[in-house]
């Protein structure tokens, strides 16, 4: 099994909706959760990063965090065409330098 | 303005070659990394290096050298031994006192086989 499953879409919604991104892991050991965003060709840019469980908003952006299920997700309000990218979710144990483990990434594409 | 910067933003490697990708940051982070991203998977983990004159391995350091001369310099060298090196690596660094939960990213460079 691997350490943290992403689908990959592609996922294609109209602009201004609602879009839900998820990611599950399977070690309990993660302590830390990421939400990285990547336009094509381009370096992730941290978007939210949580330690623990439950929700944290930035804006237009929410992550959630249930450990009890090991499921992380970002929902994106109001979606917007410069929201297309890849979603990369991440995890983190072992400490600060340790493990961080990445999932393969959704490619989101809102539409005007 | 602060960031990493990294050069070229695409490479070709002919066979037998060794080819050095460039990664410098004025954001005064000790710790630099190297990922490489292949369509479909995750980032995996070259090389890091925490201070000055000072890496360890990664996951996948085979075929891959680095060195850390300088605080702001992290290049990594892609030798001939890296039999599938087309991908598109990215060096990141960290801020003083935290880790790898928040990495801040290049821009990346596409390297591809001749």
């Known amino acids: 099994q691997k350490e943290v499953e992403q689908d990959p879409g592609p996922l294609s919604v109209p602009e201004g909706a609602i879009v839900s991104l998820n990611c599950t892991y399977s070690?309990?050991?993660?302590?830390?959760f990421m939400w990285y965003r990547q336009y094509s060709r381009k370096g992730p840019e941290l978007l939210m990063y949580t330690y623990s469980s439950g929700n944290k908003e930035d804006g237009r952006f929410t992550a959630q965090v249930d450990k009890s299920s090991k499921y992380i997700s970002l929902f994106i309000r109001d979606s917007q065409p410069s929201d297309s990218a890849t979603y990369l979710c991440a995890t983190l144990y072992g400490g600060s330098q340790g493990n961080l483990i990445f999932g393969k990434g959704t490619k989101l594409s809102v539409k005007p | 303005d602060g960031g990493i910067t990294q050069s070229p933003k695409y490479l070709f490697r002919k066979e037998g070659q060794n080819v050095t990708l460039s990664c410098e940051q004025n954001l005064n982070h000790d710790a630099m990394y190297w990922y490489r991203q292949d369509p479909g998977q995750g980032l995996r983990l070259i090389y890091y290096?925490?201070?000055?004159?000072?890496?360890q391995k990664g996951d996948i350091a085979e075929g891959y050298s680095v060195s850390r001369e300088k605080k702001e310099s992290f290049p990594l060298t892609v030798t001939s031994a890296q039999k599938n090196p087309t991908a598109f690596y990215l060096c990141?660094?960290?801020?003083?006192?935290?880790?790898?939960?928040?990495?801040?990213f290049g821009s990346g460079t596409q390297l591809s086989v001749l």
């Open positions: 070690n309990s050991a993660f302590q830390y």
């Open positions: 290096s925490q201070i000055v004159n000072d890496f």
């Open positions: 990141a660094s960290s801020r003083p006192g935290q880790g790898r939960e928040k990495l801040f």
